[in-house]
């Protein structure tokens, strides 16, 4: 069973910078997606950025292109996410999610057939 533990939110100024991580333990090598979504408190979930395990391929959000960053150690069988240029309508719980498919909607990855995902990290950005 895949166990998904974020880390990293925290409370930051619009333009600041946060580094979210996501530790996973357990078989993730049945889920061809790994990656992030959030979703602000009281609305719907939206996907920020997946990677495509199998490819490589990152897909992002229109909305944080340019300013969000995904990457992974293997080593640690961690995946990070880098989150620059921030603004307050970044502020979200933040989580971390694994799964079999991917599709693009309304400029945002969403996740199919999800595996797992974390806890959330909450995320706020002040103006």
């Known amino acids: 069973q895949v166990q998904l533990v974020e880390s990293g939110g925290g409370s930051v100024q619009a333009g600041g910078s946060l580094r979210l991580a996501c530790a996973a333990s357990?078989?993730?090598?049945?889920?061809?997606?790994v990656g992030w979504y959030r979703q602000p408190s009281g609305k719907e979930r939206d996907g920020v950025v997946y990677?495509?395990?199998?490819?490589?391929?990152?897909y992002y959000a229109d909305s944080v292109k340019g300013r969000f960053t995904f990457s992974q150690d293997n080593s640690k069988n961690t995946v990070y996410l880098q989150m620059n240029s921030l603004k307050p309508e970044d502020t979200a719980t933040y989580y971390c999610?694994?799964?079999?498919?991917?599709?693009?909607?309304?400029?945002?990855?969403?996740?199919?057939?999800?595996?797992?995902w974390g806890q959330g990290t909450l995320v706020t950005v002040s103006s």
């Open positions: 357990g078989d993730v090598s049945s889920s061809n997606f």
């Open positions: 999610a694994a799964g079999r498919g991917l599709r693009i909607r309304g400029g945002n990855p969403e996740l199919l057939g999800q595996d797992a």
């Open positions: 990677i495509n395990t199998r490819t490589s391929t990152t």
